[in-house]
């Protein structure tokens, strides 16, 4: 089926459609709110509402730009909303963390090195804020003007909260190196 | 050189791992409800069919009595509903005469001077204004009396079944024709439509402003005239709608009783009884009174008549009133009153005064 054509059906509601629609995007977008958040229920949590919000506001779609963009930004919008109604029961930082990442040096990492579970493990364990901030500026690309935007912060918070996090993925990648060397 | 940030998004690009299974249903299940309520062009015709009948029931329009088979009558109200003594006398048990024949039987079919209908002309309807609200049937009495308990046998309305205008939005290989069979009784028509498909709504309008609902009703009209009724038959699926037009001829009632002004009370003459059509009357009471209002006699035989004597005795000369509660078999019910006066032969010779 079309991508327009499996578009419109599901602006009609039909079931058929929905379900391929989520069978063809899912993984994407699942692999997208694994990075958002701490662990594997949450971002299921976090896939289930987006597409419940992708089907309900599929009508708002224009058809202009890519459908699998859209989708991507409901996902990590959906990741930005759920951090901001878990952000008064987890908030927590490592001050550890900090002392040791200042020290270290430019890393230079092989993508071939890590797999997607032991990255995945790296930003898992950040603070939120900071897997939120790292994700949508390294991955996504966003600026630091929309993040702040977006998460309700100060600019300096997020380029703040951004190179911390870089510190820290940095010197886990680096401790998991060392695993792997041995 | 690869800072962790490039790590990230060469690692993750395209990454799509596989969700689980059995996320798909939570979101297909509450997706359910929302697909019901979705706009579209394939169920949209439930939703008008729905928005009709609420409309319609919230116009006015009443449901017919399902439970009644008896076509084109209307409940009778009971006489003893509509009669009340003028001053009962507690405890006090008028004298009856002995019945001179006939009973009062419950019947379930009705009897109609009006056996044919005449052809009606869709531009002479009588147009009366809005009438009664959809009459309900019942059981009514017919009187049957022993000397001529054969003679309104032959006078039942038969039902008709006519050709009729017809305009149809249908789709003529659907097979989906539909009658209207009526039938009528002094100014009740029953009323129903006659299709093989099962699955149609149906609304009624009986020509004189009333409504209907369902696929057999009965109303009860004002005025006796032509009526021009309209049937519109629909499926609930909105896939068929079909309008029929049926004249009716409701001939309304001609009967009528009379009673005498005058009678000599004795047991060997003419009665105080009424004349006229009491083979027609399926509900009878009369009760006279005297000048205190008391009751002296009553009776619910139409052929059992006042001799002039209370308590085995003559009454005594004067003036007594009278009151009879009627239903005829068309339904219509009417009472009379009036005075009678009560003389006394003596020596041949009638006397009024003491």
Not at chain 2, 38 to 54: K, V
Not at chain 2, 87 to 115: K, M, Q, Y
Not at chain 2, 136 to 157: L, V, Y
Request: a negative charge; hydrophobic letters at 35%; proline letters at 5%.
């Amino acid at each position: 089926m079309e991508e327009l054509e499996l578009i419109k059906k599901c602006r009609e509601g039909n079931r058929k459609a929905q379900c391929e629609l989520y069978r063809k995007y899912s993984p994407l977008l699942f692999g997208i709110c694994l990075r958002y958040s701490s662990s594997r229920e949450a971002a299921e949590d976090i896939l289930q509402e987006s597409f419940l919000k992708i089907f309900a506001s599929i009508d708002g779609y224009e058809g202009t730009g890519s459908f699998e963009g859209w989708m991507r930004r409901i996902a990590v919008n959906t990741a930005i909303t759920c951090y901001h109604q878990n952000l008064k029961h987890e908030h927590h930082e490592d001050v550890d963390d900090y002392a040791q990442t200042i020290a270290s040096q430019e890393p230079n990492f092989d993508s071939l090195e890590f797999t997607h579970e032991e990255l995945l493990g790296v930003v898992n364990s950040l603070p939120d804020g900071y897997r939120m901030v790292f994700n949508m500026f390294a991955v996504e690309g966003f600026k630091h003007r929309e993040i702040a935007e977006m998460l309700n912060i100060d600019i300096n918070t997020s380029k703040t909260q951004f190179m911390r996090a870089r510190m820290i993925v940095m010197r886990r990648l680096e401790e998991l190196k060392k695993t792997h060397g041995k | 050189m690869t800072t962790p940030e490039d790590l990230y998004r060469e690692k993750f690009s395209g990454y799509s791992p596989e969700p689980p299974q059995e996320l798909w249903n939570g979101i297909d299940r509450r997706l359910s409800w929302r697909r019901f309520f979705t706009f579209n062009p394939r169920t949209i015709n439930i939703y008008y069919a729905a928005a009709a009948l609420g409309a319609a029931a919230y116009l006015g329009y009443q449901l017919p009595d399902k439970h009644s088979d008896i076509p084109g009558i209307a409940a009778p109200m009971e006489v003893a509903d509509v009669y009340e003594p003028i001053n009962p006398v507690a405890g006090h048990t008028p004298t009856h005469a002995t019945p001179l024949s006939g009973t009062i039987t419950p019947i379930r079919e009705f009897h109609d001077e009006t056996s044919t209908r005449a052809e009606a002309d869709s531009d002479n309807h009588a147009h009366s204004g809005p009438t009664a609200s959809t009459s309900q049937s019942g059981i009514i009495a017919e009187h049957q009396p022993d000397d001529s308990a054969n003679s309104t046998a032959d006078r039942q309305e038969p039902i008709r079944e006519n050709s009729n205008t017809r305009e149809s939005l249908s789709d003529p290989k659907k097979n989906k024709d539909i009658k209207v069979r009526w039938g009528s009784q002094g100014f009740a028509a029953a009323l129903e439509a006659e299709t093989e498909n099962g699955d149609l709504s149906y609304l009624w309008d009986l020509g004189d402003g009333g409504k209907a609902v369902g696929k057999k009703v009965s109303h009860r009209y004002a005025k006796p005239g032509d009526y021009r009724v309209r049937l519109v038959a629909f499926s609930a699926a909105g896939n068929f709608s079909d309008t029929v037009y049926q004249d009716i001829t409701i001939k309304g009632t001609t009967y009528s009783i009379t009673f005498p002004n005058a009678l000599v009370a004795t047991t060997s003459a003419a009665a105080f009884a009424p004349k006229g059509n009491i083979q027609e009357l399926t509900k009878y009471r009369l009760t006279v009174y005297n000048r205190n209002g008391m009751e002296v006699f009553s009776t619910t035989d139409p052929l059992q008549g006042w001799h002039g004597y209370y308590h085995g005795d003559r009454v005594p000369k004067g003036v007594y009133a009278y009151r009879a509660a009627c239903q005829f078999l068309n339904g219509e019910q009417t009472s009379y009153s009036g005075s009678i006066t009560i003389f006394w032969e003596e020596n041949n010779n009638l006397i009024i005064h003491p």
